[in-house]
């Protein structure tokens, strides 16, 4: 009987150092210098995305962790955008 209380202990304690992390937005692109030219990290419905001091270029595509909340069944992204040229880019999100 004791063995199996220790087994189940041990069991118990390598399951309480795993800690499931939170999803996290994904992005088509690598996190480029502050001075290049894009778009900077964002926010939306209570996400982070993005490295702060970082920008995104042109093009690049940020996928959140949750569903779009207009359509259901959709992931919620958003799209570095120029949207005239030699304006500042700017994250385009539809919906």
Avoid: N
């Avoid at 202990?9 to 390598?14: D, G, N, P, S």
């Avoid at 999803?23 to 996190?31: E, R, W």
């Avoid at 210098?33 to 702060?52: H, I, K, L």
């Avoid at 570095?80 to 919906?95: D, F, I, Q, T, Y």
Wanted: proline share 14%; aromatic share 12%; charged share 15%.
């Amino acid at each position: 009987m004791k063995l199996i209380a220790l087994a189940f202990a041990l069991v118990l304690a390598a399951c309480g150092d795993e800690t499931e992390s939170e999803p996290q937005p994904t992005f088509t692109c690598s996190p480029q210098p502050a001075t290049a030219r894009g778009c900077g990290p964002m926010t939306a419905y209570g996400y982070t995305a993005g490295e702060p001091g970082m920008k995104y270029p042109v093009g690049c595509t940020v996928f959140f962790p949750f569903d779009h909340p207009f359509y259901p069944g959709t992931s919620y992204s958003c799209t570095c955008e120029e949207l005239s040229p030699g304006g500042e880019p700017v994250w385009g999100c539809p919906g």
